[in-house]
Every structure is written in C-alpha cells, then in structure tokens.
C-alpha cells in the first residue's frame, strides 16, 4: 500500500512539471529604441558678426580734384556754384584712398525655414545694423599755396559714413549642419550728425536727407558648432558660426558728381563737388565678417 501511495505521489509531481514546462512564458521587455535627433536650420536666431568694410566703387570715384574757374562747385540752393577752395587756379588736391576702409561690426536677428530635416533648401530672411569706419578725416596732400579756411576736405560720400544696415532674403542648401546660401536685398546708411560729416546727407541749402539707399547682395556659408568648440560658449547645438561677404551700392549723390568737401557758408555746411575733369560716381563698398548665431528650435 506504500508503496502504491508512493508511486502515485510520484507520478503526481512527474505530470505537474510536464504541464508546467507546457506554459507559456512570459515575454521579455522590448529594447528601448532612442531615435538621433536629426538637425535642422528651421528656427529664429540673433547673433553678432565684425570684419572689415572697403571700399568698392567704380573707378571713377572721388581721388580729389583740380581748381579751376568752374570746378570745384558749392551745393547751394540755386543749384552747383563755382567754389575757390584752392589758389591759385591750377592747384591740385590729392586724397589717400587708404581711409576708405576700416572696421565693421554690428548685429543680426533672423528666421530660417527648412523643408526637409537633415539635408535641403533652406529659405529665410535676415536683418543687421552695423558700425563702419572709413577713417574718419580724410588724410590729402595739395599743391596750393593757400586753401579757403572755410573749406573742408572731404574724401566722398564713403568717408562720411558711419552705420549701415540691411534687410535681406537668404535662400540656400543645408548639408546636414552646414548651410550654403545666397543673400540680397535692400541697405541703408548714415553718418554722423556733427555739421560737418554729415554734409554727404544734405541737399539743398543745408536740408538733410536722413539716409542714403541702395541695395546688397552676397553670400556665405553657415556652420552648425560642436558643443566642444572654443567658440560655443553656450556648449549648446544651437550655436553656429558664419563667414559673409556682402557687396553693397547705394544712391549716388545728389548730383552724381564726386563729393570733395564742405564749404561754411551762413553757418552751414553745404557740399562740395568735383565738376571739372570728373567723371560721375558710385558709392559701393564691400564687407567681408565672420559671425556668430544663437538659433532656437535646432532640433
């Protein structure tokens, strides 16, 4: 009878791990799939840029003049009047075209649309103010035995500036984090408002145009950091790093005519051109800057 009870405990435990070894076990997690953010230009960014600013008019533009009975000529309100800045007639004078260069650095804020993550045309749109030095007073050298105490070289509109700014298109192709473009679209500039670098501004009878137009065109390419760059102070994909070059004209002067002083008169200071031996003139510089960008949305 043991023996029998024995045999059926047995057979008992035998069946049970056989059915158990029948279940289903339990299924294992599935793995954690992380996908790699994939890097786009879509997004709003601000940053600051510096380089340097030439000057890049035709070859025709402002080197000084030769006084003659006509020519140079004072910007008054009856129009070009023969003006003796020199004695005698005959005298020449000479500018240096060196201070038609100089530093430039400013600004930017702008928006980039990109239509397809990782590499694709990117669209977008950018606005800069910027400081410009073109040396200040102009440095000359004449032959005349006297020049007109009321006379002031100046060396073209160029020299009288001393901000500019753009508003700007960019349209441009994205190779993952790095961005070729071409940029375009309108300028403006000013000078200093101190009565006498500011005559490249005046029209008539000492009225003042607050700004000169024109347009700029150019291009560049645009580099997305890595967090490890010495450049990246914000350890932060976001951050990128942009060379540029931009050509910018603006409006010729009232007349056309070189711009080669200012003469006192009544108190004011009114313009002096070159008409004698002059051709007509453009007032074109060229900017070449490196910048960097703080861009919002990279991913």
Do not use: C, H
Request: proline letters at 5%; aromatic letters at 14%; zero cysteines.
């Amino acid at each position: 009878m043991k023996r029998l009870i024995t045999s059926l405990a047995a057979f008992t435990a035998l069946t049970a791990a056989a059915s158990a070894a029948d279940l289903p076990r339990r299924a294992a997690p599935p793995p954690v799939f992380t996908p790699v953010p994939v890097f786009t230009w879509t997004g709003a960014y601000f940053g600051i840029n510096a380089g340097y600013a030439f000057d890049a008019s035709s070859r025709s533009n402002n080197s000084g003049f030769v006084q003659t009975a006509g020519s140079p000529a004072v910007l008054t309100g009856a129009g070009l009047v023969p003006y003796q800045a020199l004695a005698p007639n005959g005298s020449v004078l000479l500018y240096n075209r060196n201070n038609r260069e100089g530093f430039s650095g400013g600004g930017q804020i702008g928006y980039n649309y990109q239509f397809t993550p990782g590499s694709g045309i990117v669209i977008g749109f950018e606005a800069d103010a910027q400081y410009l030095d073109f040396g200040g007073r102009p440095r000359y050298a004449t032959n005349a035995r006297a020049v007109n105490a009321g006379f002031l070289p100046v060396n073209g509109t160029l020299n009288t500036l001393d901000f500019f700014g753009t508003v700007r298109g960019r349209l441009g192709y994205a190779f993952d984090r790095t961005l070729v473009y071409a940029t375009g679209g309108f300028a403006y500039a000013t000078g200093t408002d101190d009565g006498t670098r500011n005559i490249a501004f005046q029209n008539f009878a000492g009225r003042r145009d607050d700004f000169k137009t024109g347009y700029t065109v150019g291009g560049g390419a645009e580099f997305a950091l890595p967090t490890d760059s010495f450049l990246n102070f914000f350890r932060s994909s976001a951050v990128t790093f942009k060379v540029e070059g931009l050509y910018v004209s603006l409006d010729r002067n009232r007349t056309g005519l070189p711009l080669v002083g200012a003469a006192a008169v009544n108190g004011a200071f009114l313009p002096v051109y070159a008409v004698s031996g002059s051709n007509r003139n453009t007032n074109d510089f060229a900017v070449v800057r490196a910048g960097l960008n703080y861009k919002f949305g990279s991913y």
